[in-house]
């Protein structure tokens, strides 16, 4: 049975030259996440990042969003876990997904990196540890590998950049489910979802 959540992390890269480019997906996911249950995400240095509190289903969660740049997304998350004692079995993190198309979002519990370098400093800071749940926000690949590094940087063509706000918007919707601890029921509702 996958821990209740208390850390809700957005992986993505700072400055506005990133703000909603494709990799800054899980970014976008978190800060409207804080904007919906009527959080604040205020800059925490000693957490690398910005972070929130938020209340969903009566559940005191944590948000955070890295300043790092995404290679370095685990110092961030390291030292929050570490503070406040949070297990990897009590994170979700919000990332790009190559793999999936956009407009599709999907759950996942534990894992490997899959490539995704912010994944890969995660897991390296959390011990080694793959035990967090994630929510994989479909970007789309370009086609071939040696494309991806600039196709992550830049920012989707309006109409697929709407098919991801789509998808985080109903990822929002099983938040509720998330903070209870129904991941079953999350995950049913979320990958029925029609892109």
């Not at 110092?75 to 190559?98: N, R, S, T, W």
């Not at 370098?117 to 370009?142: C, E, T, V, W």
């Amino acid at each position: 049975m996958k821990a209740p959540v208390q850390l809700i992390v957005g992986l993505g890269n700072p400055g506005s030259q990133y703000q909603h480019t494709r990799h800054n997906a899980g970014e976008d996911f978190v800060t409207e996440l804080c904007h919906k249950y009527g959080g604040t995400l205020t800059s925490t240095p000693k957490f690398f990042g910005h972070s929130a509190r938020i209340n969903i289903h009566n559940r005191d969660i944590r948000l955070l969003v890295p300043t790092t740049y995404m290679n370095l997304s685990g110092k961030a998350v390291g030292a929050m876990c570490q503070f406040y004692k949070i297990p990897a079995e009590a994170i979700l993190v919000a990332h790009d997904e190559l793999d999936l198309a956009p407009g599709i979002a999907k759950l996942k519990v534990g894992g490997g990196h899959g490539g995704h370098n912010g994944l890969r400093d995660m897991i390296s800071a959390l011990g080694n540890n793959k035990d967090f749940a994630r929510l994989r926000l479909g970007i789309g690949h370009p086609g071939h590998a040696k494309l991806v590094a600039d196709f992550v940087l830049k920012k989707a063509p309006q109409q697929e950049f709407a098919l991801t706000q789509d998808a985080i918007g109903h990822a929002l919707n099983v938040m509720p489910d998330i903070a209870a601890g129904h991941w079953e029921k999350a995950m049913k509702e979320l990958h029925t979802q029609a892109k």
